[in-house]
């Protein structure tokens, strides 16, 4: 039984096998020590100390697995990371309602003073923003596609929603663009009597993007919240590591860790500062 052990944890060990199906046979094997009868004690001693050092062989292959898992995901979350960095600049801003609005006001007479490109410099600049919009998109596609394989499945597709969703706000931004290119251009032409209420619509549309701005935002920093608890719980674990550890070497690899995740940390913490000071920015536009 042994034997046959030995070979399962090999299977196991180079990924041909189940670590669960190794457990079963350990317990059955230890189960069987209680009802075996050996033909001397040094018989069973020599195969007890066979048995328990096939154990401790799983268990350092296991500790293995667990620290190349948690290595594989904090590199997954940092490609995330930087997968939903693209996909927020790829996610244009609610400047074009700004544009619409000062149209359907009363500074409408002075562009008509000024003539037709006080109305199309405007939009000449909402086209060069949502350009670098399509730039970061491709750029965050790209990045998807290059490190999909040293990303964990929901991390991938986590990443593939971010940008679908940006990808399809910044398709309805160019058709808003053009369609109200085209009726800014009309105003200028036909609608002047039409300026109070076409101000109050826009105003409404307006007010509502910046809350579902803000919202999402505060989403956003909802989850990079969470990220920062979880890495401060892993750092805290490291440090009882390194208080708790007796070997030099071992001590200087969990400070290399400690090292890591205070980087880490600090990242989050500066992502964190960045989107409250964005969630200000929009919430003074509402004021």
């Not at 997968?83 to 409408?108: H, K, N, Q």
């Not at 929603?161 to 940006?166: F, P, Y």
């Not at 101000?199 to 990079?224: G, H, K, M």
Request: net charge negative.
């Amino acid at each position: 039984m042994i034997d046959s052990l030995k070979i399962l944890v090999n299977e196991a060990e180079g990924g041909g096998g189940k670590w669960k199906d190794v457990w079963s046979v350990i317990r059955n094997i230890g189960q069987s020590f209680r009802g075996s009868q050996f033909p001397s004690a040094e018989d069973r001693r020599k195969a007890w100390t066979r048995f328990q050092s096939i154990i401790g062989h799983v268990k350092e292959c296991q500790e293995k697995a667990r620290e190349m898992f948690e290595e594989r995901l904090r590199e997954s979350e940092d490609h995330l990371e930087q997968i939903l960095s693209y996909a927020e600049r790829a996610t244009p801003s609610s400047a074009m309602d700004d544009v619409i609005l000062t149209i359907a006001t009363a500074g409408l007479n002075v562009v008509i003073r000024e003539g037709i490109s006080a109305i199309l410099g405007p939009f000449d600049e909402r086209q060069y923003e949502l350009q670098r919009c399509n730039e970061a998109m491709k750029e965050g596609w790209t990045h998807l596609s290059q490190n999909k394989t040293k990303m964990l499945g929901k991390h991938k597709q986590e990443a593939f929603n971010a940008l679908k969703r940006a990808s399809d706000k910044l398709t309805d931004e160019w058709n808003i663009w053009k369609g109200q290119r085209q009726e800014a251009v009309d105003r200028f032409h036909s609608e002047k009597q039409a300026a109070w209420e076409a101000r109050q619509a826009t105003r409404e549309a307006w007010e509502t993007r910046i809350r579902e701005n803000i919202s999402s935002l505060e989403d956003r920093l909802d989850r990079l919240e969470s990220a920062l608890d979880h890495r401060q719980s892993v750092l805290s674990n490291l440090e009882d590591k390194r208080d708790s550890a007796w070997s030099d070497d071992y001590i200087a690899n969990i400070d290399g860790w400690i090292d890591e995740e205070e980087g880490r940390i600090s990242d989050i913490e500066r992502n964190i500062a960045k989107i409250k000071g964005w969630i200000s920015d929009a919430e003074a536009k509402l004021q």
